[in-house]
């Protein structure tokens, strides 16, 4: 059986540089996509790469600026970012060490970094530097910067220059370009012009044209009428087949010999069917960011435990087969917290199957 493994020089474990170009530029070729999972602790790091594992399928586990600062402790100051840097690089030395157990490729990422947030990109990517030093490879596999919200110009100027400090490290980069609806961390598009929620193919290929003269490891978000988070279905409507345009005209302007000579990345997927997901698939998507469907996933084995168990955690002692009955088994967070894992791992199994990434491994 072919396996993604077959083409990486790391096989299990968290991938850096030319293994995350030949993870997705294999991905692309087999027509799936690796979705990408936000955590925010170890319980939901564990439920991410246990489901990869079952499902034999590669994984990219994420930090966004928010859950860096939870992995830090929500009791730290995060001025001047310090938290969110802090926890993101907990985080990602906890995720190296832990993934090769699983035996599946991990692509550790950070999520979203808004303009207003750029410290927290300069601290991890200054620890990036120094493990550079020490490994011959960045901590992280690949950071992503979001200056959407900026002018296209600053926008492609800014990642640019991001892109020029880490290329050297051949480390990934993921940047946004037009803009994706909604709320996410504390940057609210809920009211924007609807135009401005499809990006147009000559934005996309201005944005290859300033990356790709750099290095080959970057892809692109490109907005085409998805949300950040789950709404009841609005004026913008989801139009995957507009990647395929990206991509003609790219191809056309480089006279490309491969039908998608971009990475896309599809933002906001939580809520979007399965049809949607396979065209924007067939059009070069390599990755889909999951958050809202796995944060109700995890919710769901808690509270349905909390709710079944009720009469059972109410006092250390006591409950309906007894009133000196111990509770500790039920108590224990080892198994309430397990449940909500169990609940958000099956849902990124289905994902896994989704996106058709499952068994690829
Ligand atoms: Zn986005």
């Not at 990408?36 to 990219?60: G, Q």
């Not at 400090?165 to 909604?182: D, F, S, Y």
């Not at 056309?252 to 809520?271: A, Q, R």
């Amino acid at each position: 059986m072919p396996s993604v493994t077959d083409v990486l020089s790391r096989k299990s474990g968290v991938i850096v540089g030319d293994d995350v170009l030949n993870l997705f530029k294999y991905a692309q070729e087999k027509k799936f996509a690796i979705p990408a999972i936000n955590v925010t602790s170890s319980s939901t790091v564990v439920a991410a790469l246990e489901a990869a594992r079952d499902a034999k399928s590669p994984i990219i586990l994420q930090m966004s600026q928010g859950g860096s600062a939870y992995f830090a402790g929500k009791g730290v100051s995060n001025t001047d970012q310090k938290a969110s840097i802090a926890g993101a690089i907990a985080g990602a030395h906890y995720i190296r060490a832990i993934a090769p157990t699983y035996g599946i490729p991990v692509v550790l990422h950070t999520d979203h970094c808004a303009k207003k947030l750029l410290q927290w990109m300069d601290g991890m990517i200054d620890e990036d530097e120094k493990y550079f030093k020490e490994h011959g490879e960045p901590l992280f596999s690949s950071h992503m910067l979001d200056l959407s919200e900026e002018p296209k110009e600053e926008n492609i100027a800014i990642v640019k220059k991001y892109f020029e400090r880490v290329a050297p490290m051949k480390q990934w980069l993921e940047m946004e370009i037009g803009i994706t609806g909604g709320e996410e961390d504390g940057v609210d598009n809920t009211g924007v012009d609807n135009s401005a929620l499809y990006t147009q193919p000559e934005d996309i290929y201005d944005v290859y044209s300033a990356l790709s003269s750099v290095a080959p490891y970057f892809s692109i978000a490109a907005a085409f009428g998805n949300v950040h988070g789950v709404y009841k279905p609005g004026n913008v409507k989801l139009q995957p087949a507009l990647l395929g345009k990206h991509q003609a005209y790219t191809k056309e302007t480089i006279s490309s010999k491969t039908d998608t000579p971009i990475f896309l990345v599809f933002h906001g997927g939580s809520g979007s069917s399965k049809e949607e997901f396979l065209t924007a698939i067939n059009f070069g998507v390599v990755k889909v960011n999951l958050d809202t469907d796995l944060q109700y996933a995890y919710l769901t084995g808690i509270r349905d435990y909390v709710l079944k168990k009720k009469d059972y955690i109410m006092a250390q002692v006591g409950n309906p087969d007894g009133e000196d009955k111990p509770n500790k088994k039920y108590f224990d967070p080892r198994v309430w917290v397990r449940e909500g894992e169990k609940t958000m791992s099956e849902r990124v199994k289905v994902a896994l199957e989704d996106f058709q990434a499952a068994g690829s491994v």
